[in-house]
């Protein structure tokens, strides 16, 4: 019994000594900020945290319910969005507001992309011993993803809190800054960092995806166009062009699929693979829907093979549609007679349903797609050199024909010269640029924006209300209402008005 | 003790005898009733003589008396008795262990207590009385039971039935709510131990009690001690129980005529047309043609008679110096939801063993191995995810026209509308029964601990223990094809998947006690003195796969394509010091502290130790000279005490500021690792503090056969977490934790309790009842947080429903012109709502979110209740136990939907001649089926919660089978049910505002329980 008393004493000792290490339970998943910054892997990994972002459902991977970027065009004349519980669809018939879904969302999603960004760019550069160069490059890309958000947010709230440190929840209440002076802060941005980034054809193909020269140069030449910088938007535009490694894929409809998404036409991706949590569900088959589908505005606009409207058209078929067509017209739409999944396909007149990046082959785990989404892609930086040497006033008619005449070769249609003739005015010149536009370019997330900039968004609104397809809009769902118009400018979302004191709504809402 | 009392007895009795006249020499046993082993040490006295004697250690006494002498024959802890000599010689006497006596002894945190000498606030409950009650969930059958500590069973699925439990009100708004439950010392769960291995549970309400358990205690502590073995003959006990179970409440869904008459009515309201014709309804009336239009009642086919069956037996003796309680138990039930069910074995051990006079060891194991079934392409639990949840489904997404299965044998999924419009809908008995999910669960605790006795009344004891706890979730959805009545396939699944989920859980204790008790004449003292080291690590893992060769093969080895891993883990410690001092002075006077100083992982290094002190102090006025001889007060006591709590469920790692992983990217084809912070960390975070002060008092009258308690609680909770709304510029999900809000709760609580006896007919009755208020005192200088329907606002209840006030319907178009504008097309039968305010702080002539919801009902019962009453009369007893709850509403909002099925109450809707409807006109759901009164009951209920009726064959009827003890059984559990709502249970979560929930269950048991 001596023995257990000696034990208690020892017992006692350890016990009064007992060492705080015990109570030292750090998180096993995820890492701690004490010890992060350190190493030039810390940096890649916080980098592609900002990637990352870019994946989120109301950016670049948008399905019918989330109608982020890629489903913005159903918010156009280009298709349409019927139910209330869809996202988008406040925006789509006229009646969004402060505290609408998609307003919240947006607003959410591209600040999540812009302060891992901050982080990234405050950070980086301190991490003890990195290579400079290294360092460069990756403050370049978080710079360029964050004026791809920046540019989002312009292009739709306009006039949004410039944030371009990391904050502490102090910091955070932030007033709004003038549409102008962001434009003013992501161009100056990203001129200063253009050379810290490779060509793209020195990146390695195991970094296929990430920010190269010409990507940071292109979305540069976007953010011009869209702040109607047209000169420098041309300028731009030019670089990339003159990069000399970029060209247009022979085939379009094959483009839009997994096997031609490392194809010299892809300039910046935003890239998805089929591994948990890393699938795309953009390009998803959502089998013949009513609640989203394509206008017949849009599968009109496309031309007969022979490059003629299809009102003046003889080889234009009602019956099938695609008959005889721009080879566009397949690639984007499915319609009446086409083929679908060896199947033929049967859809009443004037139904029309995406087909551009919608997987075919493979309908396992079709909302776990491995499609990339092509944010800008070689076709559309020519089409953007074309209009902004037009807009710009200073141009030479042959270069932008020749521009476009590139983009409709490829898919064998007859050239500007034949459809439209030369000697154009300015204006008829811009007129086929955006019917163009319209055509290359439907369901890759520009076509909102693009009527944003013309300022013919309530336009084409007004113009399809007055027209027959109007009652395509009556579904038989009560909450579908006829289009109207408010602003070009989106709300500044409610909840952030509610715990901001320093941010205002704007005098439209 | 008993040897010191023996001690105690044999001094007093060493007094002169007194011979009278006549005298006899009268010998005898005296033996205990239950287990018929001698008793020695009784007491027995010449009643008003001196001449007394006491039992040797065989039980056996010899006593010279008068031949007409009374004996009185008396010993602690039993029923004393007197009777007549006549004359015999030979007198063996059968004593009867003291029911509810003064010294009735209670469990507390680290030690026992008797129930007269507590100063804190314990409610305990007498497990013998509810070892027959059905239940697959221990911690179910507390319910009402026990004043102030509110038991919801708000789910019935087999394996799956844990009831929320909630102590005198809730403190927190983020932090866990559960209370810590201590099993045999050591923390861990009351909802899988059988029944009839629990010897106690006491739950500790207020701080004086709980304060011992400091940092984890702050929403009441619940005391389980299990049972253990007693020196003497084995007793065995063997005990089965079949009980057959049906749901509680069975909705009436319409029929397919009526069902498709309301479906185009309903779509011929929101301008569109009939969705059947003339002569489908035709059809659907008169049955022609059940391929296409059936009849069928969905709620019958998946609903069947449970069955839960426990058989259990177990084995109680000892010789003086070891002592042993081995049991075992099979538990087996059949859920009244096709395609669910569970069984759990269970085996235990308790074993003591008295190495010397001073050293004392013991080993408790307890170990069980369950298996759980459910439907796997649908979840029975979770009602408030709607679209996953197979209740809900058979609600919102089928419809009686489609027949369970067509004539050729299939499911069906279509009606006759198909393919032109009509649902496919998820037919809930293939849904059910399709694919597999099944969890296994192993868990052992172990217990090994040893005392010694350093000085007399210095007692130290260590102790290790050691819970391993994992549970394998298995799966598979297999390939499959849905059809229409014409073979076509309507639906279908190529990939067949399987999923598996593994968590393991184990926790380490090892604790050291120091008891001292001393007594100084007038003055008892006992200390204690502790030290405690936690800590708990969980891991779990992910495991997919997709596409095996056929639907048999169900091993993640056999998939082939989309492979998916994931897994996570966290670790926690805890290490504490702690004591109490309690203080006793000439039996009257009660003091006691206690003070806990924690040190948890989950708090930041620089604030990592917290001190939870408590005081209180008694005053048994009974034992005053002026009450002492009383006959009709027993006992009288008043308590007080005050002291603090901690909640430390605030997250593992919540002051860390975490970088998350798993924010990946994909760079050429492969996956790049990426880090992000997504959650915001608070560096000074730290526990939630609860404040309870407690004023109590007991009065027993009439030899303690009438009992009353009675408490008065303030419980104020302070630095309560709450997540403050951040800009979303900030890029991140959530804002950091901050202590900055306090919610108080006050209340009261009774427990009153009789019991007698005339002639051979015992009975006894018993009432307690609580109430409490709970409100919401600062949530950071915040007004208020909404969410949803519920509202957190200063002033008011935690999570208070927020809606509209409905005023009746519109009655005329003139009406709703008058009217607010409120939403769609209004038309009369449409819901009119009460225009409560606007911008300029009066009524706008608008009905809007912002201005015109209020605060219209409360989540949480205002009272809860429960009363007994029953007897027993020569081998028969009857008991009956109510539970009600009352002051609580619940949203009931289910036929507001065009689709799925209707309840016939829907009948009753809305028309120019019935205006005074049950359901408002059809259409306009943008206007009718908001949030509101309209929607919201009255959820209070009274329940039988069981009657158990018991009958226990003569033993001179056993005894010739060699079997001392039978006991046959009936218990019915919630018989009836007396309550305003209609159709569904009201025992629902607050979040299932569609009854979605697995029902409820009521359950008629038949037992029999044998002792030898």
């Excluded at chain 1, 009064?16 to 030039?40: I, K, P, Q």
Aim: aromatic letters at 12%; a negative charge; hydrophobic letters at 35%.
């Amino acid at each position: 019994m001596k023995y257990f008393k000696l034990y208690i004493t020892i017992l006692l000792i350890t016990l009064v000594g007992c060492s705080d290490d015990f109570l030292d339970r750090t998180s096993l998943n995820d890492l701690g900020s004490d010890n992060f910054w350190s190493n030039e892997a810390d940096a890649e990994m916080a980098l592609m945290g900002i990637y990352s972002a870019l994946q989120n459902p109301y950016l670049f991977d948008s399905d019918p319910y989330t109608g982020g970027v890629t489903r913005l065009d159903y918010l156009t004349d280009d298709g349409y969005t019927a139910w209330q519980w869809m996202a988008g669809a406040p925006i789509a018939i006229g009646q969004h507001n402060a505290t609408s879904w998609l307003i919240g969302d947006f607003w959410t999603a591209n600040y999540r992309v812009i302060s891992r960004a901050n982080r990234v760019i405050a950070r980086v550069p301190e991490i003890p011993g990195i290579d400079e160069e290294i360092a460069n490059r990756i403050v370049a890309e978080a710079k360029v993803l964050r004026a791809t958000s920046y540019n989002l947010l312009g292009m739709t709230y306009q006039d949004v809190p410039l944030i371009t440190e990391p904050q502490a929840v102090e910091e955070a209440d932030v007033p709004k800054s003038d549409r102008s002076e962001i434009y003013a802060f992501i161009t100056q941005d990203l001129e200063a960092i253009i050379d810290d980034l490779p060509n793209p054809a020195d990146i390695a193909p195991s970094e296929f995806g990430r920010i190269d020269k010409g990507a940071a140069l292109a979305m540069l030449s976007r953010i011009y166009l869209y702040n109607d910088q047209f000169s420098e938007a041309a300028a731009r535009a030019k670089d990339v062009i003159d990069l000399g490694y970029y060209s247009l894929a022979p085939d379009y409809d094959a483009l839009f699929s997994v096997a031609n998404e490392n194809s010299n036409e892809v300039v910046f991706r935003v890239a998805f693979d089929r591994i948990i949590d890393e699938g795309s569900s953009f390009a998803a088959y959502w089998g013949y829907i009513d609640y989203q589908r394509a206008l017949p505005d849009l599968a009109e606009a496309f031309y007969t093979i022979e490059g003629e409207p299809i009102e003046e058209s003889s080889l234009y078929n009602p019956e099938i549609p695609s008959e005889n067509r721009d080879p566009r017209f397949s690639a984007t739409l499915l319609s009446n007679g086409d083929t679908w999944k060896g199947e033929p396909v049967t859809i009443d007149e004037d139904y029309y349903f995406q087909r551009k990046y919608t997987e075919e082959e493979n309908n396992e785990d079709h909302f776990n797609s491995p499609q990339d989404f092509y944010v800008i892609r070689f076709a559309d930086v020519l089409l953007m050199r074309a209009e902004a040497l037009v807009q710009s006033g200073a141009y030479d008619e042959s270069e932008v024909i020749e521009l476009i005449n590139q983009v409709r070769d490829r898919v064998d249609m007859p050239g500007v010269e034949e459809t439209a003739g030369i000697g154009l005015s300015q204006e008829e010149l811009m007129e086929v640029i955006k019917h163009e536009r319209r055509v290359e370019l439907a369901f890759e997330g520009l076509r909102y924006f693009d009527l944003v900039r013309w300022e013919e968004l309530d336009d084409v609104y007004q113009e399809y209300m007055d027209s027959e397809y109007q009652r395509l809009l009556d579904l038989g769902y009560p909450d579908v209402r006829p289009r109207s118009f408010i602003s070009y400018k989106w709300p500044i979302p409610q909840g952030e008005i509610d715990v901001n004191e320093n941010l205002n709504q704007h005098n439209e809402w | 003790m008993r040897k010191f009392l023996i001690l105690f007895t044999l001094i007093l009795s060493f007094q002169p005898g007194m011979f009278a006249q006549g005298s006899i020499t009268v010998t005898g046993t005296i033996t205990e009733a239950d287990t018929s082993v001698p008793i020695p040490g009784v007491n027995i006295l010449e009643k008003g003589t001196d001449n007394g004697v006491m039992t040797d250690f065989d039980g056996n006494y010899s006593i010279e008396v008068p031949e007409n002498a009374t004996l009185v024959v008396s010993f602690v802890g039993f029923t004393a008795q007197t009777l007549e000599v006549n004359g015999r010689s030979e007198i063996d006497i059968v004593m009867k262990e003291e029911a509810a006596a003064l010294d009735e002894v209670v469990v507390v945190g680290y030690g026992t207590k008797k129930k007269v000498n507590l100063t804190g606030s314990v409610a305990s409950v007498n497990m013998d009385e509810l070892e027959a009650i059905p239940a697959g969930n221990s911690a179910s059958v507390l319910q009402g039971r026990l004043p102030g500590v509110t038991v919801s069973n708000f789910s019935a699925q087999p394996g799956n039935d844990n009831p929320q439990i909630r102590i005198r009100g809730i403190g927190s708004f983020n932090a866990g709510q559960e209370p810590l439950v201590i099993v045999d010392g050591v923390q861990s769960q009351l909802n899988q131990i059988p029944l009839t291995d629990i010897a106690s549970v006491s739950v500790l309400k207020d701080a004086a009690s709980a304060a011992i358990y400091g940092v984890r205690a702050a929403n009441g502590v619940i005391l389980v001690t299990t049972k253990r073995g007693k020196s003497g003959k084995p007793t065995i006990n063997i005990r089965s129980n079949v009980a057959f179970q049906e749901p509680v409440v069975e909705p009436d869904f319409l029929d397919s005529y009526d069902w498709a008459m309301i479906r185009n009515e309903w779509a011929m309201a929101e301008g569109g047309n009939p969705v059947y014709t003339d002569e489908q309804i035709q059809t659907i009336r008169n049955g022609s043609d059940p391929d296409r239009f059936a009849n069928t009642d969905w709620w019958d086919a998946v609903t069947q008679t449970g069955i839960l069956q426990t058989h259990s037996a177990s084995v109680n003796g000892g010789t003086e110096n070891i002592r042993y309680m081995i049991s075992g138990e099979f538990l087996d039930q059949e859920g009244i939801v096709v395609g669910t069910d569970t069984d759990r074995k269970s085996l235990r051990s308790n074993l003591d063993v008295d190495v010397s006079e001073k050293l004392k060891i013991g080993l408790n194991i307890y170990g069980f191995s369950r298996e759980t079934g459910e439907p796997s392409l649908r979840s029975v639990g979770n009602p408030g995810n709607f679209e996953n949840n197979l209740l809900y489904s058979l609600r919102r997404f089928t419809q009686p026209t489609v027949p369970i299965r067509y004539s050729s044998g299939e499911y069906g999924f279509v009606d006759g509308l198909y393919p032109d419009g009509g649902m496919i809908i998820r037919n809930p008995l293939w849904e059910a029964t399709t694919g597999d999910s099944r969890t296994e669960q192993f868990r052992v605790e172990g217990k090994l601990f040893a005392s010694y006795e350093l000085l007399e009344g210095l007692t130290f004891t260590s102790s290790l223990a050691n819970i391993h706890s994992s549970s394998i979730n298995t799966r598979f959805v297999p390939t499959y094809q849905q059809f229409s009545g014409e073979g076509e396939v309507v639906n279908q699944n190529i990939n067949n998947s399987l999923s598996n989920n593994n968590t393991t859980f184990k926790r380490f204790v090892f604790e050291n006690l120091l008891n001292y008790d001393l007594s100084l004449g007038k003055h008892d003292f006992t200390v204690l003195l502790g030290h405690t080291a936690q800590e708990e690590r969980n891991d779990y893992m992910y495991g997919y796969i997709q596409n095996f060769p056929n639907n048999e093969l169900r091993e993640l080895g056999a998939g082939v394509s989309n492979p998916q891993v994931d897994g996570n883990a966290y670790e926690v410690a805890l290490q504490s010091f702690f004591g109490r001092l309690n203080y006793t002075l000439d039996k009257k006077y009660l003091f006691e502290m206690n003070l806990r100083y924690d040190g948890s992982s989950r708090m930041p290094q620089e604030s990592r130790y917290g001190l939870f002190p408590s005081f209180s102090a008694g005053w048994i006025i009974s034992n005053e000279d002026f009450l002492k001889d009383s006959s009709t007060i027993s006992l009288l006591k008043l308590r007080g005490s005050w002291g603090q709590l901690g909640n430390q469920e605030i997250g593992n790692y919540a002051y860390v500021q975490n970088i998350a992983t798993g924010a990946d990217y994909i760079l050429g084809g492969s996956i790049a690792g990426g880090v992000a912070v997504n959650n915001l960390a608070n560096p000074n975070i730290t526990w939630e503090t609860t404040t309870i002060s407690d004023v109590g008092i007991d009065v027993n009258f009439f030899d303690s056969r009438l009992q009353i308690t009675a408490d008065y609680f303030q419980k104020n909770s302070s630095d309560i977490l709450i997540r403050l709304p951040i800009p979303n510029t900030l890029g991140v999900n959530n804002g950091p934790y901050q202590n900055a809000a306090e919610v108080s709760n006050k209340g009261w609580e009774a427990d009153v309790s009789y019991r007698n006896n005339v002639g051979d007919l015992d009975y006894f009755a018993g009432f307690n009842f609580s109430t409490v208020k709970n409100v919401i005192e600062d949530i950071a200088g915040l007004e208020n947080w909404i969410s949803g329907n519920t509202i957190n606002r200063v002033g008011h209840p935690i999570g208070a429903y927020y809606g509209y006030v409905a005023d009746g319907y519109f009655d005329s178009e003139e009406e709703i012109e008058n009217a607010a504008s409120q939403w769609g097309t209004l038309r009369p039968g449409d819901i009119r709502y009460k225009d409560i305010s606007g911008p300029e702080g009066i009524p706008d002539g608008q009905i809007t979110a912002e201005y015109d919801r209020q605060i219209i009902g409360n989540p949480y019962p205002k009272y809860n209740y429960g009363f007994y009453l029953g007897g027993a009369f020569k081998g028969f007893d009857l008991n009956l136990f109510f539970q009600g709850v009352s002051g609580i509403e619940r949203f009931f909002w289910y036929n507001t939907e065009n689709i799925g099925q209707f309840t016939n109450s829907i009948l009753d809707n809305w028309s120019e001649t019935n205006r005074d409807a049950a359901y408002p006109r059809f259409g306009n759901s943008a206007n009718n089926y908001n949030m509101s009164t309209f929607w919201l009951r009255d959820a209070s209920y009274l329940r039988l919660k069981t009657m158990e009726l018991g009958y226990n064959i003569p033993q001179s009827f056993t005894q010739q089978l060699a079997i001392p003890k039978v006991r046959l059984y009936f218990v019915g559990n919630n018989l009836y049910t007396f309550t305003d709502v209609e159709e569904f249970d009201p025992e629902v979560e607050s979040s299932d505002v569609r009854s979605a929930s697995y029902p409820g269950v009521k359950a008629y048991s038949f037992g029999i329980n044998i002792t030898f």
